[in-house]
């Protein structure tokens, strides 16, 4: 076992402390990677913080996660050492069920094993990139392009594919009206992705404080949802709309601004519940649709997709002591756009 210096949370309401990590020994098919930077994601506030169900303290978290190769086990044939390579929101699955088959291992029907806060293969409960080390299966390691910018790189393993998944499901792209709920960590990579795709992209955020940024990002058109003029105004306007907010909305109000057969995807995760009322479906033949991260092959896709097209987030670099204050901060929306883990710093 190795053991390696990582920052954790002990419970829901203290602050996160340094502490160290158990990695287990490299298997045939094992990958030891050096993380440079780990991006915040709200995920990790909402588990740190018990807001999605009970957590196994101590727990790191992390799921945006770069790094070097390090070491690998005999078998690996898909990476060598000294390659750039990324990890996102999950470290395994059954590889047998029909979803798994189909590449789709996000949705595993067995449930897929999550980079942190799950059940490992050897019993233990896997522990998150706010550290130097990972040990990860080389099907679950991806190619981080040269191209990107290696501190940026970190947020496109879930904000990224959390967003280029339902864009490319749902056909984003040329002729195709599509609307952004919030222009945070997740929004201004929709709002990006989509632009590349081909699509009119328009924002629609509580206020019109980040309308140049918006619009910078490729947006056609800004909307404050804080004027309700708004939603008279665009009514029956969009295909899709992407819902990247993590907190409670007007899904009715959102859901008249599709046109026929238009279709709201959340992929923000508040941990309230979200009603929404039927008869608001029934008008245009609309749809109330959510989605995960994207499949190993789908991220990667992801990956490419925004090397080739010169995408990658905005960020702010921080150091290991600086996370208590980056939650704070993101919970305030106080962040363009994403905040970056120097991992240096932990060493």
Request: with cysteine.
């Amino acid at each position: 076992m190795l053991t390696v210096n990582a920052v954790a949370a002990t419970s829901a309401t203290g602050p996160l402390v340094r502490t160290t990590v158990e990695r287990r020994d490299l298997g045939p098919r094992d990958i030891l990677i050096e993380i440079r930077y780990a991006g915040i994601c709200h995920s990790d506030i909402h588990t740190v913080r018990g807001e999605w169900g009970d957590v196994a303290y101590p727990l790191t978290v992390g799921h945006e996660i770069v790094g070097l190769v390090a070491e690998v086990g005999p078998e690996v044939s898909r990476h060598a050492v000294g390659d750039r390579v990324g990890v996102g929101c999950m470290v395994n699955s059954c590889r047998e069920c029909a979803n798994c088959r189909a590449g789709q291992e996000q949705y595993c029907e067995n449930g897929n094993t999550g980079t942190y806060g799950s059940i490992d293969r050897d019993g233990t409960v896997t522990q998150g990139g706010y550290s130097t080390h990972i040990v990860v299966d080389e099907d679950f390691v991806l190619r981080v392009p040269e191209s990107i910018p290696y501190e940026a790189a970190a947020p496109l393993l879930c904000a990224g594919i959390t967003t280029y998944s339902p864009l490319a499901h749902w056909k984003a792209g040329p002729g195709r009206k599509v609307a952004v709920v919030g222009l945070g960590g997740l929004g201004h990579l929709a709002v990006k992705i989509a632009v590349a795709m081909g699509a009119e992209v328009t924002v629609l955020s509580q206020t019109l404080g980040k309308k140049d940024d918006g619009l910078a990002f490729g947006a056609q058109s800004y909307h404050a949802t804080g004027d309700t003029a708004t939603f008279e105004a665009l009514r029956n306007s969009f295909d899709l709309i992407v819902n990247t907010v993590s907190a409670p909305i007007d899904i009715a109000a959102y859901l008249r601004l599709l046109r026929l057969d238009g279709t709201l995807v959340s992929v923000g995760a508040p941990p309230e519940p979200l009603p929404v009322p039927v008869f608001a479906l029934f008008g245009n033949r609309r749809s109330f649709a959510g989605s995960s991260i994207g499949g190993i092959a789908e991220t990667q896709e992801m990956l490419d997709f925004c090397a080739e097209r010169g995408i990658a987030p905005e960020v702010e670099v921080i150091g290991a002591d600086e996370v208590d204050e980056a939650y704070e901060r993101v919970l305030r929306s106080d962040v363009r756009y994403r905040f970056v883990i120097d991992i240096d710093t932990l060493r």
